[in-house]
């Protein structure tokens, strides 16, 4: 896939995320884990993140996503957990119980996905020194 862009940017931002059932709860099934697909579907269609692959397991989440750099993935996930959460319960309020209005746990796994590798970014950020070490005398690496 080629890089996307804004207004002044060009980017390709791609993570891979799990989330899971509030107690690791085995609910995702049936109906229910269509509509969830479809939830999830439709939130990321809003925000303009792009997926490009995803399952709904009984238990937990799996999506490989890109998302525009103005959308931090904290943001991101708050937005796509909460409006979710209120989705499904609307579908299901027999799901909802009135001391516990969390659906999904509190924390997800994130990583990023790239193409580039460690060594690829070091020899670049080293190459970029020396360049301004041409330039300037001040060292610039951290």
């Not at 925000?47 to 890109?66: E, F, P, Q, R």
């Not at 103005?70 to 001391?99: C, E």
Request: glycine share 4%.
């Amino acid at each position: 896939m080629d890089n996307l862009s804004l207004s002044h940017t060009k980017y390709r931002c791609q993570y891979h995320i799990v989330f899971i059932p509030k107690y690791r709860k085995r609910v995702l099934y049936g109906q229910l884990r269509k509509d969830v697909r479809e939830i999830i579907t439709a939130l990321c269609k809003y925000k303009g993140v792009t997926i490009i692959s995803g399952a709904v397991c009984i238990d937990h989440i799996h999506l490989s996503v890109i998302i525009p750099p103005k959308i931090s993935i904290s943001n991101f996930m708050g937005y796509l957990k909460g409006k979710s959460t209120l989705m499904i319960y609307d579908r299901y309020p027999n799901m909802q119980s009135k001391w516990d209005k969390a659906f999904w746990a509190r924390g997800y796994y994130v990583e990023t996905i790239g193409n580039v590798t460690e060594a690829a970014i070091k020899k670049y950020i080293e190459e970029q020194s020396e360049d301004s070490k041409k330039e300037d005398s001040r060292d610039t690496s951290l």
